[in-house]
Nanobody
């Protein structure tokens, strides 16, 4: 179900920074783990990072670790993905998802909700 809303996407220069947000009006995100995914046309959707319900644990895909940071603000029902020093190959549609358990590769084992995605373009 598409119950989540991503925002913050757009054009960013290589080496810059961008923060994506994932929020929901009818879903209480603190009841779920939340993960970020991305997809390039013609390729499979790939997991980036997952955060547990309280934010005490985070998991990253190897290629994202060190450059992307996931965090959450349960008081404001929002999860964030900070992109630091993005590269052109980070250009993709970024999605957030809410579910049951984080996977060690940054995904989610059981996804309950998806967002519609937000485009991130890294270009000078």
């Amino acid at each position: 179900q598409l119950q989540l809303v991503e925002s913050g996407g757009g054009l960013v220069q290589p080496g810059g920074s961008l923060r994506l947000s994932c929020s929901a009006s009818s879903v209480t995100l603190k009841n779920y783990v939340v993960a970020w995914f991305r997809q390039v046309p013609g390729e499979d959707r790939e997991a980036i990072s997952c955060i547990t319900r309280t934010g005490d644990m985070t998991y990253y895909q190897d290629s994202a670790n060190g450059r992307f940071t996931i965090s959450r603000d349960n008081a404001n029902n929002t999860v964030f993905l900070q992109l630091n020093s993005p590269k052109s190959e980070d250009t993709a549609v970024y999605y957030c998802a809410a579910g049951r358990y984080c996977s060690v590769n940054g995904g989610i084992s059981v996804i309950v909700y998806w967002g519609q995605g937000t485009q991130v373009t890294v270009s000078s």
